[in-house]
């Protein structure tokens, strides 16, 4: 029963995902699915970047309508095939799957992005109801949550005997946190506030 409820609760973003994220591999190619992400990925830029619906929307559409009738004719040559198909544009390298997997990468990038803020606001907005401080929530909470994936994929490559892999990846998770993260993360905030500085306090 409670399986079924986060089922019937992920399948929304579950269907955002697969139709905005373009995929192009053996295990989950499917036509249609596949040249609906490729014409609908460019509007996940449009809301990423917060840009109006005009005049935006003319350089969108004819792209996803570029993206459309280019993936459905590719669909339709490669429908006698299994798996995904591969264009080279005529060299021996993959280079439209390559091109199409950076786009999925940049499209799952974004969603990425605007999942995790909107749950630091609702771990934010939980602080403040309870009384707790940022501090306090981003050692516990927020933590808690940035390293159970590297938990549990350090062990994995633990168990499979690749100790130096999980232990180098131990140091590297958070290393390139602080190192890309924050440092992203506050240069955009010193762009957007025409600072070359911030001050940061530990309460």
């Not at 409820?5 to 995929?23: D, S, Y």
């Not at 940049?106 to 009384?131: M, N, P, Q, R």
Request: hydrophobic share 55%; aromatic share 14%.
């Amino acid at each position: 029963m409670l399986k079924q409820i986060f089922a019937t609760l992920e399948f929304p973003l579950c269907l955002a995902l697969r139709l905005t994220v373009p995929l192009l591999v053996d295990e989950s190619y499917k036509p249609v699915w596949f040249t609906l992400s490729m014409a609908l990925s460019p509007f996940v830029l449009m809301v990423y970047f917060g840009l109006p619906l005009l005049p935006h929307l003319y350089w969108a559409l004819p792209i996803s309508a570029g993206l459309l009738v280019s993936w459905a004719y590719v669909a339709a040559v490669s429908s006698g095939f299994s798996g995904a198909p591969r264009v080279t544009f005529g060299t021996t390298y993959p280079l439209g799957n390559m091109a199409v997997l950076l786009a999925g990468f940049v499209c799952a990038v974004l969603w990425i992005d605007t999942i995790a803020s909107e749950l630091v606001g609702l771990i934010e907005l939980w602080g403040s109801v309870l009384g707790l401080s940022y501090s306090f929530l981003g050692m516990t909470v927020l933590a808690f949550g940035n390293s159970v994936a590297d938990f549990l994929v350090d062990t994995a490559a633990a168990k499979a005997g690749k100790a130096n892999m999980a232990l180098t990846a131990c140091f590297g998770g958070p290393l390139f946190n602080m190192l890309i993260g924050l440092g992203l993360a506050y240069s955009a905030l010193l762009r957007k506030d025409g600072r070359w500085s911030e001050r940061v306090e530990f309460d």
